[in-house]
């Protein structure tokens, strides 16, 4: 099929029902999660340490890398997530800043080749940043996606599309279940969930395990393997529209498939400036 051919016409995509697969040339395989905080006194200076050096040395300038976006989450937007405390191994205001980044496809072992010694490496050279803290870095495998419309933003778009807000949700089976029956629960909700929402994607994501070799600073989550990640990309502030989150969220622990065990709402930062610094704590 030519590129003529192939991009001719919008797509009609049946809203809100999961996609698993797509075909495309360009599709995303997996993805790495940050979740940090500056120390308390350094946030102006971590926060342009990280957007003007480490968000391109630590990961955009590696191969198949393909794009990334950087997030915050002030003071309301920490007060908001739930469930309080979250059943995660951080309290539930532990982390102001989170980053997302898309690997090809087919690549992530060796993007991960890459980026495991060239963060050890910048660390050596002096390029890195002692004063913050991690809480939950991980990588995760794509594993589906729905949209709310039938001609959206694709997924592959969505960290350049530059969406105001973000919601993660990590997301596990309840007693008895399985990450199939939450995923099946999921596909019967989100199409009237969706419908009308300021939620233009949700995606859903698999833990991968890091290297043994990563970063000391880097925790390691006991749990990871239970639990999915789910980003959603909002357009406005998550706050504007947080009940249906909080009800999304009951109601999946009402089913019996599963439950939320962290929700949490961000902005996107304003890329070259310190908005937002003075509002985390």
């Known amino acids: 099929m030519t590129a003529e051919e192939r991009y001719a016409a919008p797509v009609a995509l049946e809203p809100g029902r999961i996609i698993r697969t797509i075909d495309e040339p360009i599709r995303v395989g997996s993805l790495l999660w940050v979740f940090t905080d500056p120390h308390e006194g350094h946030e102006r200076a971590y926060n342009r340490w990280y957007e003007r050096d480490h968000y391109y040395a630590g990961c955009m300038i590696g191969a198949s890398n393909f794009a990334g976006s950087r997030w915050v989450a002030t003071r309301r937007h920490k007060d908001a997530r739930f469930p309080d405390p979250p059943d995660m191994p951080f309290p539930r205001d532990a982390g102001s800043y989170a980053c997302v980044y898309y690997v090809l496809d087919g690549c992530h072992e060796d993007w991960l080749e ?30 589906w996606r729905a949209y709310r419309d039938p001609d959206p933003v694709p997924l592959e778009l969505a960290l350049d599309h530059r969406y105001p807000g973000l919601v993660a949700l990590w997301v596990e089976p309840s007693a008895g279940a ?12 989100l199409p009237a969930w969706l419908d009308g929402s300021p939620v233009a994607t ?17 925790p390691d989550d006991p749990s990871g393997a239970r639990r999915s990640l789910q980003l959603h990309f909002v357009e406005g502030d998550p706050l504007d529209s947080w009940d249906s989150h909080r009800d999304l969220a009951a109601r999946l622990d009402a089913s019996g498939a599963g439950r939320v065990v962290f929700a949490a709402p961000f902005v996107a930062t304003v890329v070259g400036t310190d908005r937002y610094v003075d509002e985390i704590w």
């Open 178 to 189: 399985a990450h199939a029956d939450v995923d099946a629960w999921f596909d019967a909700e």
């Open 114 to 143: 890459w980026s495991t010694p060239q963060a050890n490496w910048l660390y050596t050279v002096d390029r890195g940043f002692q004063s913050r803290t991690h809480y939950n870095t991980g990588t995760y495998a794509y594993a």
């Open 202 to 218: 949700v995606s859903s994501w698999s833990y991968l395990p890091l290297r043994d070799d990563k970063a000391d600073f880097v």
